[in-house]
């Protein structure tokens, strides 16, 4: 081997090795500091508890949304909230019956 080999040889390697040594720095990184990385996870933990609720609040919504069609199946409608409806939305009452409005309060 002559010289000119031996010398460009340790710049290479050295060159080879900073380039692993920055791969292995920047998925450290991200392992720490990325979107998915250990920093990351109080937030995400924050959210999915957010989101339990909102999932809690929607599954308690459609148990009140289910309860509202078995009460209105075709076959065997509530007389109650069939009234209810029929007043509300076709605006009747019956001659003998007084109607109040109020203002709506929060």
Not at 10 to 32: C, E, K, Q, Y
Not at 49 to 78: F, G, S, W, Y
């Amino acid at each position: 081997m002559n010289a000119a080999t031996l010398s460009t040889r340790p710049v290479r390697d050295r060159l080879v090795n900073l380039g692993a040594l920055t791969a292995l720095l920047v998925i450290g990184g991200l392992a720490l500091f990325g979107p998915s990385g250990v920093l990351a996870w109080g937030d995400d933990s924050a959210r999915l508890a957010q989101h339990r609720h909102q999932i809690a609040a929607l599954h308690e919504r459609q148990a009140e949304l289910e309860n509202r069609r078995a009460l209105l199946d075709p076959a065997h409608v509530d007389p109650d909230l069939a009234s209810e409806l029929v007043r509300r939305d076709l605006n009747v009452a019956h001659p003998d019956e007084y109607v109040i409005e109020l203002d709506n309060q929060p």
